[in-house]
């Protein structure tokens, strides 16, 4: 990882009223190139001709060959269960062109946690959006409902009461729109939804007599799931989720209501909601990525995970050692995200560096708590 090459290209993004400066920067080995996209978090962009060891730090990375490898391998994964479709959860990257490279390997839209993030998405020319959680208050229904109008778009967003469900309607007959309604099942997780039974029976029915709105289906995850250590464990956990939107989709069977999508699950739990039989789309987010925490996950043989690889990191540089007591980087924790603990060293970084001095030595530290090159 020594052999690092001038960088490439150079290209800028808005989001979000941000201006980022994404670069390129290849390192070589052999004949094989690896190209890895940087944004400092200082607001000192790079220059185009600077090598990997003038980025100023912190610097943002994501090993753009790595991050393809992971989408060519969800996309592998799904072609093995039956009309199994992949929404990836944008919150993961918040970067349109990112979600462009997801659709153009056959996702079937963005997912998103936010209003915002669905605006930002749209703008950067993604057109098939979930907001997969409710969305409450008159001036965001309003640009709910603006979106909903714009060219091309189709969006879906979750309820979980009557009021809402009316509150948008009413939106949405302002600005002749319409937007399509998945109903926020509670299979577990226990934060918004409502349980599976007569409560979704009633939401489906209003949402298809309500002008404005259309019924699109059931949005049935449990975040929790994701990070249960053992497979074994996941599995069962995934069952339960699996059973509770069964009885769901029962009580919407008997009404003679079909329901068109069933979606959910995440990167730690995917291939069992795939796997059901009863889920006809996935989210998962953060495979494009990975993080420690996920790390921290074991397979069916007991092992870490290692389906997808890590593609994202942050480079930091050594500013002060105290001699055999400790490092400070100039990542602190604005840097990083301290949720999942705090970031890993890997030595290995300095010594691939060729660095004699620890003073000089630059390393990865991952987005979400690991350190390493």
């Given at each position: 990882?020594?052999?690092?090459?001038?960088?490439?290209?150079?290209?800028?993004?808005?989001?979000?009223?941000?201006?980022?400066?994404?670069?390129?920067?290849?390192?070589?080995?052999?004949?094989?190139?690896?190209?890895?996209?940087?944004?400092?978090?200082?607001?000192?962009?790079?220059?185009?001709?600077?090598?990997?060891?003038?980025?100023?730090?912190?610097?943002?990375?994501?090993?753009?060959?790595?991050?393809?490898?992971?989408?060519?391998?969800?996309?592998?994964?799904?072609?093995?269960?039956?009309?199994?479709?992949?929404?990836?959860?944008?919150?993961?990257?918040?970067?349109?062109?990112?979600?462009?490279?997801?659709?153009?390997?056959?996702?079937?839209?963005?997912?998103?946690?936010?209003?915002?993030?669905?605006?930002?998405?749209?703008?950067?020319?993604?057109?098939?959006?979930?907001?997969?959680?409710?969305v409450?208050?008159k001036?965001?229904?309003?640009?709910?409902?603006?979106?909903?109008?714009?060219?091309?778009?189709?969006?879906?967003?979750?309820?979980?009461?009557?009021?809402?469900?009316?509150?948008?309607?009413?939106?949405?007959?302002?600005?002749?729109a319409?937007?399509?309604?998945?109903?926020?099942?509670?299979?577990?997780?226990?934060?918004?939804?409502?349980?599976?039974?007569?409560?979704?029976?009633?939401?489906?029915?209003?949402?298809?007599?309500?002008?404005?709105?259309?019924?699109?289906?059931?949005?049935?995850?449990?975040?929790?799931n994701?990070?249960?250590?053992?497979?074994?464990?996941?599995?069962?956990?995934t069952a339960?989720?699996?059973?509770?939107?069964k009885?769901?989709?029962?009580?919407?069977?008997?009404?003679?209501?079909?329901?068109?999508?069933?979606?959910?699950?995440?990167?730690?739990?995917?291939?069992?909601?795939a796997?059901?039989?009863?889920?006809?789309?996935?989210?998962?987010?953060?495979?494009?990525?990975?993080?420690?925490?996920?790390?921290?996950?074991?397979?069916?043989?007991?092992?870490?995970?290692?389906?997808?690889e890590?593609?994202?990191?942050?480079?930091?540089?050594?500013?002060?050692?105290?001699?055999?007591?400790?490092?400070?980087?100039?990542?602190?924790?604005?840097?990083?995200?301290?949720d999942?603990?705090?970031?890993?060293?890997?030595?290995?970084?300095v010594?691939?560096?060729?660095?004699?001095?620890?003073?000089?030595?630059?390393?990865?530290?991952?987005?979400?708590?690991?350190?390493?090159?």
């Open positions: 990882m020594s052999n690092f090459t001038k960088l490439l290209h150079k290209t800028f993004h808005v989001f979000n009223r941000t201006l980022i400066h994404p670069y390129f920067v290849a390192s070589t080995s052999g004949s094989h190139h690896r190209s890895i996209r940087t944004n400092t978090m200082s607001g000192n962009s790079c220059r185009v001709g600077d090598g990997f060891q003038d980025i100023d730090t912190p610097a943002l990375l994501v090993d753009i060959v790595g991050m393809k490898a992971n989408m060519e391998k969800m996309r592998a994964q799904l072609k093995q269960y039956n009309k199994v479709a992949c929404r990836p959860h944008a919150k993961a990257h918040k970067c349109p062109p990112i979600a462009r490279m997801q659709m153009e390997l056959g996702a079937s839209g963005a997912c998103c946690q936010t209003l915002v993030e669905a605006e930002a998405m749209a703008a950067g020319g993604i057109k098939n959006i979930l907001i997969s959680n409710e409450v208050g001036g965001k229904l309003r640009r709910l409902a603006s979106l909903a109008r714009e060219a091309g778009v189709v969006l879906s967003v979750c309820v979980d009461s009557e009021g809402n469900l009316h509150d948008i309607s009413r939106v949405m007959q302002e600005f002749r319409t937007v399509g309604i998945l109903i926020d099942v509670n299979v577990g997780g226990s934060r918004c939804g409502v349980a599976p039974g007569g409560a979704v029976l009633d939401l489906a029915k209003l949402a298809i007599e309500l002008p404005g709105v259309t019924f699109g289906g059931i949005h049935c995850y449990n975040g929790i994701q990070h249960i250590r053992k497979a074994v464990d996941r599995g069962a956990a339960a989720v699996v059973e509770m939107t009885q769901a989709l029962e009580e919407l069977t008997k009404a003679g209501i079909d329901c068109p999508l069933v979606t959910g699950g995440g990167t730690g739990t995917y291939v069992f909601e796997g059901s039989e009863v889920f006809n789309e996935v989210q998962p987010g953060s495979y494009i990525f990975m993080d420690a925490d996920y790390g921290r996950n074991f397979d069916a043989e007991g092992k870490p995970v290692s389906e997808f890590q593609t994202l990191f942050v480079l930091a540089t050594v500013i002060s050692v105290t001699e055999g007591v400790r490092a400070v980087v100039d990542a602190g924790m604005k840097a990083v995200s301290p999942s603990g705090p970031p890993l060293v890997r030595l290995g970084a010594v691939s560096l060729g660095l004699t001095r620890v003073q000089k030595a630059r390393v990865h530290c991952n987005q979400r708590g690991y350190f390493g090159v």
